[in-house]
Every structure is written in structure tokens, then in C-alpha cells.
């Protein structure tokens, strides 16, 4: 056996994962206990309700896709003379400022807690008492807020407070949540605790249903009842591409993420970037050069549905245009051969919570990116595209790796550095995390701190670069886990907590 280990983007979830693998808990068991707990501990990142993916290999090598990612509203109406309101919000982040849409007219059809109540039913062993009981217990007692967090709902301080509900919980008694303060959700600690009765209808049907469905109504939102008792988790096959005599298996249409990534692999590939030298000037060239072809290639395809698969890597990619949003990620080996990658994000966030539930639901129909066609203008029903793309590599039979990260489109790239550090040089899981990364966005690349002066010369005055100088959570926020090597990291960028279990 190999021993248990726990990656995520925040020491409470990496907690709550340990504690349910501590009561006999596997892989699948721990990482939904994750998931509740960001939803808690991470709230500008993650919510039950928004969406993701699951990526898991059980330990007898079977692997699946549980796709629990948003749907777009609207089911069972005519559709709109003119997409619904949405309240357009300033995010000013350090070197720019970005306008994203919130509000009751932003919410599409969340996914996380169906997505997490299937596959703990599916997968998991314990009840599910046990797996919300880390949750219930950082809900009603609190969680205090860590810098990486305050920073987060710094950001998104006019979301979360433009509704009276979302001020009670974000700002008591006037004075918004900043670092150090005690954020408690006594209303989502008593939903979580009733879960193992009510199951989904606590959001997706009954009395919940009802009063968002009212409030949507009123505002002239698209989701109402059908969509919330409609929607479904999909299982997928991931979707498979070779690299160095290693299979990586990646998130599959309809999301993007899985097949840029593919494409990344593949290209570098092509280029013996172990002679080179890792972070030599020949290797940074190969990785930009990567990036670039990839960012270059992209076609556009606004329905977001083209037809790509392992085959057709190397000749297309579909384009892809997605939102700088809130994401986070969670990775679980349970020492039994069973392993679970698992990204989330509740977008920006809409700042409607459920009446009586303490959940933010998600502003994903908000997402200039995400709907390049405009907003509301795909068919209701229809999963929304995204770049999450939880990572497992295979090598000799034996899984080497598990990862995963939040960053919108630098999601691929911080995966392609990390993943390559591990196959192509050899390095240690934690040296490959906390390596300075590079991307490459379109125009200008982006270099953390840490890159030597004399490589980044040899790129030459054609690749025109930004060097900044601090580490930065827009690099990317990678949580991984390597079973064969007994070891965990988490990513520092993002306040990252990793632990590895005998």
C-alpha cells in the first residue's frame, strides 16, 4: 500500500479530506468531504452552487469523468425577446480592472452538490453523515479567514455584498470579512447536517426550489424549477493522450480544458526538452513556443461542441474564451489504489443566496468569456463549456500523478510546467509546484520571479515578457498528489495545505 495524501487550496479542506480518510473513508469518500468544506472555507472560489469535475481511477484501473459543471437556464420557456438583467461589476485586480456580470439574470443551473451527493453514492463507502460532518462543524463554528482568502473576497467585495443576504453573512454588522475575522454559515451548517435526509431537493426540488424559482421570476432570470429538477451529472471517459511513454488522462468534451491540454503534450512532445536542460534557455523556448502554438491554433467555435478527440489532437483545438473566475481544486490518493482529482468554481460569484440555504449560487451566465455567442444565447439545457481540467498520469501501470488547478487559461499551462517537471526532469512533486511558471497570454509572457536572467535573454526581443515580481495567484494554484512517490504538495500561490497520512 502507499500512503494517503491530501492536496488542496486550503488547510481546513485538506483537514476535513484527512479526517474522513482517518475514519476508513477512500479517495472518493475524502474528496467530496473536501468539496463541502471549500464550499465553507473557500466561498469566493467555490460554492454547492456552482459546478465541476471529478476525475477518478478506481484501484482496479478503471477511470471515469463525472461531469457536474453548470447548464444553461430556461428550460420549458419560449425564449427571451432580450437575455435577462444582469448587474455588470468592476473587479479591480492589482494591474487592471475587469467587468464581470452578476446578479439574479448571471445564475446558470448549478451542479457541485448533485455532482458531489452522486459521486459519494456511487463511489463512496461511508454515510453520508460522516462525509458532511468536517463541513457541518467548520460552517457553525467558523472558519477564520486567511490571507489568500481575504485577498479573494476583497476582489469580489461588490458582489458579495449587493444583496441584503449576502451583506448579513459577508459583512455582520456592517464591517466586511477581512483577514483574521471568523466567517460562520449557520444556515449552510443546518442544510449540510439535514443532507443525509433530504438529499438534493434540498436545492433542486421542494420548497427550495420554489422560493429561487419565485425570486428569478421577479427579477426576470431565466432558471426556474425544470431546470433545477432537470439536471443531471454526466459520466465521461476521459479523454487519453500519450507522452513519453506516460498515458494522461484528461477532462473530455464538452469542457476545453482537457483538449488544449491534449494539445500542449502533444506538441511538446516533439521537442527532447531533457537535453536541453530544465530552465535553460532552449527549454524555455520549447515551452513558449507551445504556448503560443496552442493559443495560435485555437478555431473558433462558439457552440462550444466541435467534434475533437485523441486523434484529431494534433491537427485542431476548438477555441475557447473563458473567465478569469474563482476556481479551486482538490486532489486525494487513498493508499488503496484509489485516486480523485476534483476542480470547482462558482465563477465570480452572483451574490443571490438561496433563500435559507447560505448558498451563493454561481454567475456563470454572467461570463463574457463563457458565452462568446452573448449571453443566453445557447439553447436551455446545454452544458456550459470550461477550462477545469483535473490531471492523471500513468506510468508503468501506476499512477503517478494527480493535479489539478484553478486560473481560467492558466490553468493548462501551469499543469503542462508542473506535469513535464515530473516526466521530462525527474523532479519531486513539490519542487515541480513550487517552480515559477510562464504564461503566455496572447501578447505578452508572463514570468514569475525565479527565472534566470540569462534564459529569459535567450528568447530573444520577438517574445516580448513581463516579469513580475511577486509570485502570484494568477499563475495558477496547482494541488497535487503522487502515490508512487508517497507525497503531496500544495500550492503556496493560493494558500495551499498538503499532507501525506502513513
Same mark, same amino acid.
Given at each position: *500500500?502507499?500512503?494517503?495524501?491530501?492536496?488542496?487550496?486550503?488547510?481546513?479542506?485538506?483537514?476535513?479530506?484527512?479526517?474522513?480518510?482517518?475514519?476508513?473513508?477512500?479517495?472518493?469518500?475524502?474528496?467530496?468531504?473536501?468539496?463541502?468544506?471549500?464550499?465553507?472555507?473557500?466561498?469566493?472560489?467555490?460554492?454547492?452552487?456552482?459546478?465541476?469535475?471529478?476525475?477518478?481511477?478506481?484501484?482496479?484501473?478503471?477511470?471515469?469523468?463525472?461531469?457536474?459543471?453548470?447548464?444553461?437556464?430556461?428550460?420549458?420557456?419560449?425564449?427571451?425577446?432580450?437575455?435577462?438583467?444582469?448587474?455588470?461589476?468592476?473587479?479591480?485586480?492589482?494591474?487592471?480592472?475587469?467587468?464581470?456580470?452578476?446578479?439574479?439574470?448571471?445564475?446558470?443551473?448549478?451542479?457541485?452538490?448533485?455532482?458531489?451527493?452522486?459521486?459519494? =453514492?456511487?463511489?463512496?463507502?461511508?454515510?453520508?453523515?460522516?462525509?458532511?460532518?468536517?463541513?457541518? =462543524?467548520?460552517?457553525?463554528?467558523?472558519?477564520?479567514?486567511?490571507?489568500?482568502?481575504?485577498?479573494?473576497?476583497?476582489?469580489?467585495?461588490?458582489?458579495?455584498?449587493?444583496?441584503?443576504?449576502?451583506?448579513?453573512?459577508?459583512?455582520?454588522?456592517?464591517?466586511?470579512?477581512?483577514?483574521?475575522?471568523?466567517?460562520?454559515?449557520?444556515?449552510?451548517?443546518?442544510?449540510?447536517?439535514?443532507?443525509?435526509?433530504?438529499?438534493?431537493?434540498?436545492? #433542486?426540488?421542494?420548497?427550495?426550489?420554489?422560493?429561487?424559482?419565485?425570486?428569478?421570476?421577479?427579477?426576470?432570470?431565466?432558471?426556474?424549477?425544470?431546470?433545477?429538477?432537470?439536471?443531471?451529472?454526466?459520466?465521461?471517459?476521459?479523454?487519453?493522450?500519450?507522452?513519453?511513454?506516460?498515458?494522461?488522462?484528461?477532462?473530455?468534451?464538452?469542457?476545453?480544458?482537457?483538449?488544449?491540454?491534449?494539445?500542449?503534450?502533444?506538441?511538446?512532445?516533439?521537442?527532447?526538452?531533457?537535453?536541453?536542460?530544465?530552465?535553460?534557455?532552449?527549454?524555455?523556448?520549447?515551452?513558449?513556443?507551445?504556448?503560443?502554438?496552442?493559443?495560435?491554433?485555437?478555431?473558433?467555435?462558439?457552440?462550444?461542441?466541435?467534434?475533437?478527440?485523441?486523434?484529431?489532437?494534433?491537427?485542431?483545438?476548438?477555441?475557447?474564451?473563458?473567465?478569469?473566475?474563482?476556481?479551486?481544486?482538490?486532489?486525494?490518493?487513498?493508499?488503496?489504489?484509489?485516486?480523485?482529482?476534483?476542480?470547482?468554481?462558482?465563477?465570480?460569484?452572483?451574490? #443571490?443566496?438561496?433563500?435559507?440555504?447560505?448558498? *451563493?449560487?454561481?454567475?456563470?451566465?454572467?461570463?463574457?468569456?463563457?458565452?462568446?455567442?452573448?449571453?443566453?444565447?445557447?439553447?436551455?439545457?446545454?452544458?456550459?463549456?470550461?477550462?477545469?481540467?483535473?490531471?492523471?498520469?500513468?506510468?508503468?501501470?501506476?499512477? !503517478?500523478?494527480?493535479?489539478?488547478?484553478?486560473?481560467?487559461?492558466?490553468?493548462?499551462?501551469?499543469?503542462?510546467?508542473?506535469?513535464?517537471?515530473?516526466?521530462?526532469?525527474?523532479?519531486?512533486?513539490?519542487?515541480?509546484?513550487?517552480?515559477?511558471?510562464?504564461?503566455?497570454?496572447?501578447?505578452?509572457?508572463?514570468?514569475?520571479?525565479?527565472?534566470?536572467?540569462?534564459?529569459?535573454?535567450?528568447?530573444?526581443?520577438?517574445?516580448? !515578457?513581463?516579469?513580475?515580481?511577486?509570485?502570484?495567484? #494568477?499563475?495558477?494554484?496547482?494541488?497535487?498528489?503522487?502515490?508512487?512517490?508517497?507525497?503531496?504538495?500544495?500550492?503556496?500561490?493560493?494558500?495551499?495545505?498538503?499532507?501525506?497520512?502513513?
Amino acid at each position: *500500500m502507499t500512503p494517503r495524501a491530501v492536496a488542496s487550496g486550503h488547510p481546513a479542506v485538506t483537514d476535513a479530506a484527512c479526517e474522513v480518510l482517518g475514519r476508513g473513508g477512500n479517495a472518493f469518500d475524502a474528496v467530496v468531504a473536501a468539496g463541502y468544506a471549500s464550499a465553507v472555507a473557500e466561498p469566493a472560489l467555490t460554492s454547492l452552487g456552482g459546478g465541476g469535475f471529478l476525475l477518478a481511477r478506481l484501484r482496479d484501473g478503471h477511470a471515469l469523468v463525472f461531469d457536474f459543471f453548470v447548464d444553461t437556464p430556461g428550460r420549458g420557456r419560449p425564449p427571451a425577446a432580450a437575455p435577462p438583467a444582469s448587474m455588470p461589476v468592476t473587479v479591480r485586480f492589482p494591474g487592471s480592472a475587469q467587468e464581470f456580470h452578476a446578479g439574479l439574470g448571471s445564475v446558470a443551473v448549478p451542479g457541485a452538490l448533485a455532482g458531489y451527493l452522486h459521486v459519494q =453514492r456511487r463511489l463512496g463507502r461511508l454515510p453520508l453523515a460522516a462525509v458532511v460532518a468536517p463541513a457541518v =462543524r467548520l460552517a457553525r463554528a467558523g472558519v477564520r479567514v486567511n490571507a489568500h482568502q481575504g485577498y479573494f473576497l476583497h476582489l469580489l467585495r461588490p458582489i458579495m455584498t449587493s444583496t441584503a443576504a449576502g451583506r448579513a453573512l459577508y459583512a455582520p454588522g456592517g464591517r466586511y470579512l477581512r483577514e483574521g475575522d471568523v466567517l460562520r454559515n449557520a444556515a449552510l451548517a443546518d442544510l449540510l447536517a439535514g443532507l443525509p435526509r433530504t438529499g438534493a431537493t434540498v436545492l #433542486y426540488g421542494g420548497d427550495a426550489a420554489g422560493a429561487i424559482a419565485r425570486d428569478m421570476r421577479a427579477a426576470g432570470a431565466a432558471l426556474g424549477e425544470e431546470d433545477l429538477r432537470a439536471y443531471g451529472v454526466v459520466e465521461r471517459a476521459p479523454l487519453r493522450v500519450a507522452y513519453r511513454g506516460a498515458e494522461i488522462l484528461l477532462n473530455p468534451l464538452p469542457a476545453r480544458g482537457g483538449a488544449l491540454l491534449g494539445l500542449a503534450f502533444h506538441l511538446l512532445a516533439a521537442c527532447d526538452v531533457t537535453a536541453m536542460g530544465r530552465g535553460s534557455a532552449g527549454h524555455l523556448r520549447a515551452l513558449v513556443a507551445v504556448m503560443r502554438e496552442v493559443e495560435d491554433r485555437r478555431a473558433d467555435d462558439p457552440g462550444g461542441h466541435a467534434a475533437l478527440d485523441a486523434e484529431a489532437l494534433a491537427t485542431s483545438v476548438a477555441r475557447v474564451r473563458v473567465a478569469a473566475g474563482g476556481t479551486t481544486h482538490v486532489s486525494v490518493a487513498d493508499g488503496e489504489g484509489n485516486v480523485a482529482g476534483m476542480t470547482t468554481s462558482n465563477g465570480e460569484c452572483s451574490g #443571490y443566496l438561496a433563500p435559507g440555504t447560505g448558498i *451563493m449560487l454561481n454567475n456563470m451566465m454572467g461570463e463574457d468569456d463563457l458565452h462568446p455567442a452573448g449571453f443566453h444565447a445557447d439553447p436551455a439545457g446545454q452544458r456550459v463549456a470550461s477550462m477545469m481540467c483535473p490531471l492523471i498520469v500513468l506510468a508503468g501501470g501506476r499512477v !503517478r500523478l494527480v493535479a489539478g488547478s484553478g486560473g481560467s487559461k492558466r490553468i493548462r499551462t501551469a499543469l503542462l510546467q508542473v506535469a513535464s517537471a515530473v516526466l521530462d526532469f525527474g523532479a519531486s512533486v513539490g519542487d515541480a509546484v513550487e517552480a515559477p511558471r510562464l504564461h503566455w497570454d496572447g501578447a505578452v509572457l508572463q514570468v514569475e520571479p525565479g527565472v534566470a536572467e540569462a534564459a529569459l535573454a535567450g528568447l530573444g526581443p520577438e517574445v516580448p !515578457r513581463n516579469v513580475w515580481p511577486v509570485r502570484d495567484v #494568477y499563475f495558477g494554484g496547482v494541488q497535487a498528489v503522487a502515490p508512487a512517490e508517497g507525497a503531496a504538495a500544495a500550492d503556496p500561490r493560493r494558500g495551499g495545505a498538503a499532507r501525506v497520512l502513513g
